[in-house]
Each structure stands twice: as C-alpha cells, then as structure tokens.
C-alpha cells in the first residue's frame, strides 16, 4: 500500500463563527494543499474536516500517518472514544448525545479503508507543516468574509 503523510488543522474566526480548514497530503515526491471553509462552525468541526477532507482524496486504501495539533481528534482515535461511543449508542458517559457525530462517523468510515497511525503534535510550535496547515486554513476563511 501507498504510504502518505497528512497534516491538517482547523481554525475558527469565533467559537462558534467562520471557519476554515487545510491539509497537506504528502506521498512520495507529490504534495497537494487543500482548504475549505464554513459559514458557521466550531474549532474542533474545522479540525476534523481538514483531516476527512484529506483522508477523501485518497483513491485507494493507504497506509497513513496523520499529524494534528488537535486533542480531541487525534484523542478520539488514540483513546479509544469512538469504540465506547459506539457501544454507549453514541452517548458520552455522561449520556448525553455525541457532538459532531456525523463527523465522527464519517472519520470512523476512513480508519477502516487506511492504516492510519494518528499523530499529535504541538500546535503554533514551529512545525513548518501544521503552521503551513493553520495557515490555509486561516486564509479560508479571510478569503470568504
């Protein structure tokens, strides 16, 4: 299988507000940016988008290592949330619904088409990738205002 690296990032002009999303996709000597944006959003919907945005322009399984700067995405994975989530009904412990199920569900549909080892990284630390990422998404969202 193809071995690609992605980096993604999120952000968001209020909370909820604007937002915009990039990714970096990375495999081999090929590299492709992309961005996008929403009326209106959270931080963690940005977040997650970039990263399913990313893994969707994957045309055949991969083996992939996705970098973010974001907690509650790579957590949702690494920590085995969706796992208990599924087994709750898509309730938290504390039985209330799942926020951004739909996202979540949709990222769950990725992980089983990919190996994907999900890396977290600092964010706003110097990695030229995740500001290149914070960066696309930013601009998303000024070239929409």
């Known amino acids: 299988m193809k071995q690609v690296t992605i980096y993604s990032d999120g952000a968001c002009s209020g909370n909820p507000g604007p937002g915009g999303w990039g990714a970096i996709l990375i495999y081999s000597e090929h590299k492709m ?3 996008g944006f929403e009326l209106d959003t959270t931080n963690q919907k940005m977040e997650m988008k ?3 945005s990313a ?5 055949e399984p991969c083996v992939v290592q996705l970098v973010s700067d974001s907690a509650y995405l790579i957590n949702g994975f690494k920590q085995n949330w969706l796992d208990k989530w599924q087994k709750n009904g898509w309730q938290t412990s504390k ?3 799942v926020e951004n199920q739909v996202l979540w569900k ?4 990725q992980s089983q088409k990919h190996q994907i080892e999900w890396v ?4 706003h630390a110097g990695h030229p990738e995740n500001e290149r990422c914070d960066e696309l998404a930013r601009q998303a969202i000024e070239d929409n205002r």
């Not at 949709?106 to 549909?109: G, W």
């Not at 977290?120 to 964010?123: C, F």
């Open 50 to 52: 970039a990263a399913l």
């Open 55 to 59: 893994l969707e322009k994957l045309k």
């Open 120 to 123: 977290k990284v600092k964010g």
């Open 106 to 109: 949709a990222l769950l549909l």
């Open 95 to 97: 039985k209330t619904p």
């Open 33 to 35: 940016e992309i961005s």
